[in-house]
C-alpha cells in the first residue's frame, strides 16, 4: 500500500464515512439497489459502529473511501469466545493490486487480537480468483457449502 493511503477502523463518529463505504460498495460490486436504494438513516449506522458485533475498516485516500471492510463479530455458544466473519470486502478498481485489501484484513486482524477474538473467516465465490488468491495467501481454505434459507411467509 501507498504511504499516503490510511486504514482506519471506523468509530461511533464516521456514520457519513460508513455511508461512504456503501457507495464504494455499491460500485465494486456492481450492485446499486442493495447497497444504495434503501440506506438506513445515521442513527442507524452510529448504533451499527457502537456496537459490540460490528467492525468496520476504510481505506481512505485524503476524504475519499477508496476501499473498505465490514465485518460482524458472533459470540459463539459451544464455547467462551467469539469469532468474526467478513461480510463485505472491496476496493475501488482505480486501487487495486496496492496491497489495500490486504491492509484492510491486516487492520481486522490486529482488532481481532485486542478483542481476543478466535478466528476471522470469509467465503469467496468461485470463479473470483483474485479473492480466492488473496484469501489464500491470508489463511487456511474450506471448502464449504452455502446456502440461503428464507424467512416463513
Known amino acids: 500500500m501507498t504511504s499516503d493511503l490510511r486504514v482506519d477502523l471506523l468509530t461511533s463518529t464516521q456514520a457519513s464515512v460508513l455511508r461512504q463505504m456503501l457507495g464504494m460498495f455499491a460500485a465494486a460490486f456492481e450492485d446499486a ?27 481512505m485516500d485524503g476524504d475519499q473511501v477508496i476501499g473498505g471492510l465490514a465485518a460482524y463479530i458472533l459470540p459463539k455458544f459451544e464455547q467462551a469466545r467469539r469469532e468474526c466473519y467478513i461480510y463485505d470486502l472491496a476496493v475501488d478498481e482505480a486501487y487495486r493490486r496496492r496491497g489495500i485489501a490486504t491492509a484492510l484484513i491486516n487492520t481486522l486482524q490486529r482488532v481481532a487480537s485486542e478483542r481476543g477474538i478466535y478466528v476471522i473467516f470469509v467465503q469467496a465465490d468461485y470463479g473470483d480468483d483474485p479473492a480466492v488468491a488473496l484469501y489464500t495467501s491470508l489463511g487456511t481454505r474450506e471448502d464449504v457449502m452455502h446456502f440461503d434459507i428464507l424467512p416463513m411467509p
Not at 447497497?35 to 476504510?58: G, K
Open 33 to 59: 439497489e442493495h447497497y444504495l436504494s434503501n440506506q438506513p438513516d445515521d442513527t442507524y449506522l452510529t448504533n451499527l459502529l457502537v456496537s459490540d458485533t460490528f467492525l468496520a475498516v476504510a481505506a
